[in-house]
């Protein structure tokens, strides 16, 4: 680990002011530091100054009919806010299988939105791989079990965010802070593909931060399935979101958004579609499914996941219905 | 053994109940159960040991072992205390060093049956040098002191020769000295003796059978092990927790081997891609099953080994219980989503 400076925020004016003109990766902002740690210890970054932004907004509250979760409230808070847990399923049981207890219980909202992308190539100090200024995704020719299904690449991460998957799903927008003042960004535009942003994964530049994640008023049911290989910690193969405005047993709008799936969350249109003006059946939700995982294009050795995240979406409607 | 090995599984797994190849249950999610057999060797010889008693009751054996995480340090000082009617706490192991008196490496599962027996013979050795010390001061042959509960006894103390001559009755009772007092009579001059392995105290070859219960689900060919059945005997169980316990750690590794473990290098560049605890999958809390271990006793055989047996057999239990349960055979591990859903595609899909 690179020796560090280390800037304790108090406010969002400390936290930006010590993040001012940033220069990629020189000045990063951490706030449970579960994830930037593991990338600095591991050398994929090395910044000159740490600035923690733990003690910012944490708070949880109903808000216009929705909810506001403080970027840094900790998942484990999410987990056991009672509003939360009654009106956003998706997202609760999302957060409930983050990592571990540990991570949950120091890891903040905001954080797991920002964290990096977990392949094995890009954490791994002996690949110089394109997303690190490299020449080449060594995934494509190399081990892809874990690598998209979705997207052009020219590199194909798995986005690792579990809870953006359910704040697309809601509808949810992104409150950023920066030098130019507060803007909030809709989820869905947030999180860019690898030939927008090759460097990063998202729109938010070095010297901003996220503060809240500000959801609408969600749709009647909503849930969210996620497939580990293994119970305990691990990364989903393939994850799904499903959030439903119902007049009475009739499916009004449906938003699906999958997981682990490609280089942002993915939304599924052509499975909303199916599901629009439905009464959904087992059928359905096969349907649906089906046409969520339709324009999938494998890489070498991860076509098993097309199956997989299938599922994911078949589950998850079925949950959502099923209540 | 396996002949009287497999009902015991077979009832404790509930056998009777398993389906013929390929859950016809409905939905994804498809039981089943499979069994296997394992034998292995165990035997271990060449183990050194030095014991010193001293003067105030300490015991102290020294052996160049180690303990690797199996619990030999525990079962040395249990052998000890049992030759010397103490209590486990009353003696000190020392071992992990080189400078003890040599013992052989750890591998093969065959330290219980080198250490052991220089245990056995070793406390043994002090034991008698002990009695050879205090005897003349008891006023009696060494061969009239034997080993009490926490004490030495001292066997028709009016009756040495000397005393037979004064008249005594050779029947007089005995005479019980605390362990401690016995070695307070050693003085400035504490029992030191060296041990070594000998022929007739241990052997090799054990074997056992198990007994996996498995859920599959088949949609995306995530394997959950529900129950493992172990019968396993390995001689003389020293004991039968910590032999238990090897059991578990066994099982657990072969549940891993089975379902997780794989060590993924880069084709390209022959680096390892998952040098870390986030891709190189093993068991966590909720990926282990329940686990039942019976452990046959055969004392007449001596110590034999048990660190490897019982993950000998899990993995072709586990994979015997897959096919079971979806139909198809995996004849490579780790059995991994992607491999089981291209078999179950490959066998006409979910359907």
């Known amino acids: ?323 | 053994m396996w002949a009287k090995y497999f009902p015991i599984g077979a009832e404790r797994i509930n056998w009777k109940s398993r389906h013929v190849t390929g859950d016809p249950a409905p939905g994804p999610i498809k039981r089943g159960l499979g069994c296997s057999a394992n034998r292995w060797g165990g035997a271990g010889t060449g183990a050194r040991a030095h014991c010193e008693i001293g003067s105030d009751g300490s015991v102290v054996m020294r052996c160049g072992t180690q303990d690797i995480g199996t619990a030999n340090k525990t079962i040395m000082a249990i052998v000890v205390a049992e030759t010397l009617g103490l209590e486990v706490s009353q003696v000190t192991i020392e071992l992990g060093d080189s400078n003890h008196p040599f013992a052989p490496g750890s591998g093969g599962s065959t330290t219980a049956a080198a250490v052991m027996p220089a245990m056995r013979v070793t406390a043994g050795k002090a034991r008698d040098a002990l009695f050879e010390r205090i005897a003349p001061q008891l006023g009696v042959a060494a061969a009239q002191i034997e080993i009490g509960v926490g004490s030495v006894v001292v066997r028709g103390a009016g009756s040495s020769s000397s005393a037979v001559a004064q008249g005594a009755k050779a029947e007089d009772p005995a005479k019980t000295l605390s362990w401690k007092d016995a070695c307070k009579m050693l003085g400035t001059v504490p029992v030191s003796v060296d041990g070594q392995w000998e022929r007739g105290l241990s052997a090799g070859g054990t074997s056992g059978v198990q007994f996996a219960d498995v859920e599959v689900d088949i949609e995306t060919g995530i394997t959950r092990v529900k129950k493992i059945v172990c019968v396993q005997d390995c001689g003389l169980i020293v004991d039968l927790k910590t032999a238990e316990t090897q059991c578990y750690g066994g099982i657990i590794s072969g549940v891993n081997y089975a379902v997780f473990e794989e060590r993924i290098l880069d084709r390209n560049t022959a680096n390892m891609v998952n040098p870390n605890m986030e891709w190189y999958h093993m068991a966590g809390q909720s990926d282990i099953p329940e686990i039942d271990v019976v452990l046959v006793d055969q004392p007449e055989r001596g110590v034999i080994g048990i660190g490897e047996p019982p993950a000998v057999a899990t993995a072709a239990a586990i994979a015997n219980a897959i096919r079971n349960a979806t139909g198809v055979t995996l004849r490579h591990i780790p059995i991994t989503p992607d491999k089981l859903l291209a078999e179950i595609e490959r066998a006409g899909g979910t359907n």
């Open chain 1, 1 to 323: 680990l690179k020796a560090f400076a280390y800037v304790n925020a108090t406010t969002e004016r400390e936290a930006l002011a010590a993040l001012a003109k940033a220069e990629r990766g020189r000045v990063l902002p951490m706030a449970g530091g579960m994830d930037l740690l593991g990338l600095a210890k591991d050398y994929i970054v090395t910044p000159e100054r740490i600035v923690s932004i733990r003690n910012l907004d944490q708070t949880i509250a109903g808000a216009d009919g929705g909810l506001r979760i403080g970027a840094a409230a900790k998942i484990v808070d999410l987990v056991e806010h009672a509003t939360a847990r009654k009106l956003y399923p998706a997202l609760i049981t999302a957060a409930e299988e983050v990592g571990t207890p540990q991570i949950r219980n120091l890891g903040t909202v905001g954080g797991n939105i920002m964290q990096r992308p977990r392949c094995w190539y890009f954490r791994n100090e002996e690949f110089h791989c394109l997303k690190k200024g490299g020449s080449r995704c060594f995934a494509v020719e190399g081990e892809n079990q874990y690598h998209a299904i979705f997207g052009d690449g020219p590199c194909h991460i798995v986005h690792p965010s579990s809870l953006a998957v359910p704040v697309i799903a809601y509808g949810g927008r992104f409150r950023v802070a920066g030098p130019g003042g507060t803007r909030d960004i809709e989820a869905a535009q947030f999180f860019q593909m690898p030939n927008q942003n090759l460097y990063g994964e998202s729109v938010l530049q070095p010297d901003e931060i996220i503060t809240h994640i500000v959801l609408p008023a969600p749709g009647q049911r909503s849930a969210s399935y996620e497939v580990r290989f293994k119970q305990s910690h691990d990364w989903p193969l393939a994850a799904a979101s499903v959030n439903l405005v119902m007049a009475g047993p009739t499916v009004k709008s449906a938003r699906i958004v999958m997981g682990a799936v490609a280089p942002i969350p993915w939304r599924a249109p052509a499975a909303e579609r199916v599901l629009a003006g439905k009464a959904v059946t087992e059928a359905i939700a096969i349907e649906a499914a089906n046409a969520a995982v339709a324009g999938a294009r494998p890489m070498t050795g991860n076509a098993y996941k097309i199956q997989i995240a299938r599922t994911a979406v078949k589950r998850a409607i079925l949950a959502a219905v099923r209540g």
